[in-house]
């Protein structure tokens, strides 16, 4: 049978949960609308997660085809500051042209003409008056470099700038564009840093070497292509890959008409590079931990043989590391390289087909994935509450993620912010709204059952109305029955008012003790209290708690009859653990929370036992055992109603007497007397009573009592040590 609930109330649930909903939909879709109109705020926390996941998963490179000769500290050292004559640079590109290189690619910019060959220091003497000749088949350091420039696959590197200062040299390639002009997508600078004209004239290829790093300063993505205001100039690592190869044009493909126009590939020989729609490689960097790194002073100074399986068939970037040259860039991975090694990742990217790239489709999926989550989100909160919700609204951001991390496992570059943050603002939104209102409808109940239910279950009801009902449900539940002893003698000679005193005087603190530790407070009849515990809410631990709160109020008693004017009080305390029904029983009128079944009996009929025994508190071994409190086995009784005997323990104390040497061997002692009594042993319990003086002055004159018992009576044929509180005899077995 149920409560009856109105009708008006049913409708209340239902606006709550649509009001909920549309809250969560409008929150979800208002972020996804934000979003959109200042993409800025998303890419930057898309590139923060694809970050996170390369320092987690840096890209493999098995045998990347560069190496990097490096003007490191240790070549400066040798060979002196910066820049160096022009011939050293030449000697080592003759070199690495002998070595086979397939590519020799700098890094560097010859802008001025050389000021430390023999031909420059003549000059300045000249120009000071004096006179030099120099000796014949000396040549010009800038000269000499042309030549091995011409002599050699060399491409020589330009930088780019966005001030319109000086021209861009001719590019030694063409480009042949598929679709349309993709200038207007590309990166734009106007101005340029070139090397000398006779260098660039004499190189084999010319690419610029500008990384254009993020707003943060980490280099993720590098321009393939630039547009200037002669046409397109190509990178460094694309005009690389183009000497290398021996190709002709480089071929764009460029997207029109489509939802995200922009450039799609860039082809250079027989490779070919997807690409984001400003035409920049999306990097996973790897760290080339294969590649061969070389010093220019060896290559300078050295044997150049000993490097030739370094040098032969690679594509040979000469760029430095010296702090003070300042060519250094911050990477997702957490480290700082020289700039050279972005250029040497293109190109093993590009070669190795193992870029990132960002597909076209990708925005419109996660849009769309954003929407649906938050909807189907802002449906299920109203349904399952804010707690599930929760681990809903998780499991879907944390879903989000790992369908991007899958893709970044195969190269795509998706973004899990804009549908985890679309899931966020829906789950916060709906998950206030439906708190606020079903708040709106918990005061409601609170105001109808608070005069007349305990404080606990009115909660419950509030947290779900439709809980106020008769039916209950089956829980484990520690029950403690308390009864003050010999109330109804103390209460013939006082007044009415004086004994409600008596009697609140005790009541208020002991259930003060028991709410502290968690229980629920079923009934007060008369001077007894009725309480459990995990019902009905949970309560972990709640046979411990249940003792405990035992032992709390055996010390307050105490206290409370310290310079009492009446006499001493005294309790007794029973506990029991067991499946009962609880519920909300009583009428349609008037009904209380409370709990019913044969373990509330056999709690009751414990307490009733404690003034035979002479203790305070007495618990069923399950309730007493492995709670880590002071507790002595007692006896085994059979309890009325019950076939299988109950054993009882007496709570002495709490755990720090538990652990004291002297409860210990008490305990030992104790168990040596009961293994005697039911064995039927006269003079092993009169040995353990010898050592039983901390026991309960009750207990320890009943056992002395059994003790004599045993050592002037045979033992019974029926002897089974088991107590019948039936018998005649309060000693007497059963």
């Not at 023999?118 to 120009?127: G, M, S």
Request: glycine share 10%; net charge negative; aromatic share 6%.
């Amino acid at each position: 049978m149920r409560h009856p609930v109105s009708r008006r109330q049913q409708p209340i649930h239902g606006r709550v949960r649509r009001k909920a909903a549309a809250s969560g939909v409008v929150a979800g879709f208002l972020v996804i609308g934000l979003l959109l109109a200042a993409p800025g705020v998303a890419e930057r926390a898309q590139t923060l997660v694809v970050d996170a996941f390369q320092r987690m998963a840096p890209r493999v490179s098995v045998d990347p085809p560069v190496a990097i000769v490096d003007i490191d500290e240790g070549a400066i050292a040798r060979l002196g500051q910066w820049p160096w004559p022009r011939s050293d640079i030449a000697l080592m590109v003759e070199r690495l042209t002998d070595l086979g290189a397939a590519a020799i690619v700098f890094d560097i910019v010859f802008a001025e003409p050389d000021r430390l060959s023999a031909e420059a220091a003549a000059r300045i003497v000249r120009q000071a008056g004096g006179a030099v000749e120099l000796p014949g088949g000396v040549r010009d350091g800038d000269a000499r470099l042309a030549e091995a420039f011409a002599a050699g696959p060399v491409v020589a590197g330009v930088i780019l700038t966005p001030e319109a200062r000086g021209q861009p040299p001719a590019v030694k390639a063409g480009f042949a564009v598929r679709g349309a002009d993709p200038a207007g997508f590309l990166p734009r600078l106007g101005g340029a840093v070139t090397n000398l004209d006779a260098l660039s004239d004499a190189a084999a290829g010319i690419g610029s070497f500008s990384l254009l790093p993020e707003p943060d300063g980490v280099v993720r993505r590098v321009p393939l292509v630039y547009a200037t205001e002669a046409g397109l100039f190509p990178a460094l690592s694309v005009e690389a890959l183009r000497v290398a190869q021996g190709a002709g044009a480089l071929q764009l493909r460029v997207s029109e008409g489509e939802a995200r126009p922009g450039v799609e590939a860039l082809r250079v020989g027989q490779f070919e590079s997807a690409t984001g729609p400003d035409g920049r490689l999306w990097l996973h960097w790897s760290g080339l931990p294969g590649m061969p790194r070389l010093s220019a002073a060896d290559l300078i100074l050295g044997d150049p043989g000993a490097m030739a399986s370094d040098i032969a068939g690679r594509i040979v970037l000469v760029g430095t590391s010296a702090a003070g040259l300042r060519d250094l860039v911050a990477t997702p991975i957490g480290t700082v390289v020289p700039g050279v090694e972005a250029h040497a990742e293109a190109i093993d990217q590009i070669v190795s087909g193992t870029s990132l790239v960002r597909p076209g489709w990708a925005p419109g999926a996660e849009i769309t994935g954003a929407v649906l989550a938050a909807a189907v989100l802002a449906a299920v909160i109203p349904l399952v509450g804010a707690g599930w919700a929760a681990l809903v609204s998780g499991g879907a951001a944390v879903g989000a993620l790992w369908l991007a991390w899958t893709g970044f496992e195969r190269g795509l570059v998706l973004d899990p912010v804009v549908p985890s943050l679309a899931i966020l603002a829906t789950f916060l939104a709906g998950a206030t709204a439906l708190a606020l209102l079903t708040e709106r409808e918990r005061q409601s109940v609170r105001r109808t059952f608070s005069l007349y239910l305990a404080p606990t279950v009115v909660e419950k009801l509030a947290d779900d109305p439709s809980a106020a009902r008769l039916d209950g449900e089956a829980r484990e539940i520690t029950i403690l029955f308390c009864d003050l002893r010999g109330f109804s003698g103390l209460s013939e000679g006082m007044d009415p008012v004086a004994l409600t005193a008596l009697l609140n005087g005790f009541l208020t603190p002991m259930t003060d003790i028991l709410m502290a530790h968690g229980a629920t407070i079923d009934k007060f009849i008369g001077d007894a209290i009725m309480a459990f515990w995990n019902a009905p809410l949970p309560v972990e631990e709640h046979r411990r708690r249940a003792a405990e709160a035992a032992v709390a109020m055996g010390r307050a008693l105490d206290a409370l009859n310290r310079g009492a004017d009446h006499p001493p009080l005294s309790i007794g305390i029973g506990l029991n653990t067991g499946t009962c029904c609880v519920g909300n029983l009583g009428s349609a009128q008037r009904f209380a929370y409370s709990a019913i079944g044969d373990p509330v009996n056999v709690a009751s009929r414990i307490e009733a036992l404690t003034r035979f025994y002479g203790v305070e508190t007495l618990a069923a071994a399950d309730t007493a055992r492995g709670q880590g409190l002071a507790t002595l086995e007692v006896d085994l009784v059979r309890v009325k109603g019950r076939e299988q005997p109950v054993e009882l323990h007496a709570v002495i104390g709490d755990a720090d007497l538990a652990r004291t040497s002297s409860f210990q061997v008490l305990g030992t002692a104790q168990e040596d007397w009961l293994r005697a009594w039911r064995a039927w042993d006269a003079a092993g319990a009169q040995s353990a009573l010898a050592r039983l003086d901390g026991l309960p002055p009750g207990l320890l004159a009943l056992q002395r009592a059994r003790t004599a018992r045993m050592a002037a009576a045979q033992r019974p044929g029926d002897w089974s040590g088991v107590y019948d509180p039936g018998e005649k005899s309060p000693t007497a077995p059963a």
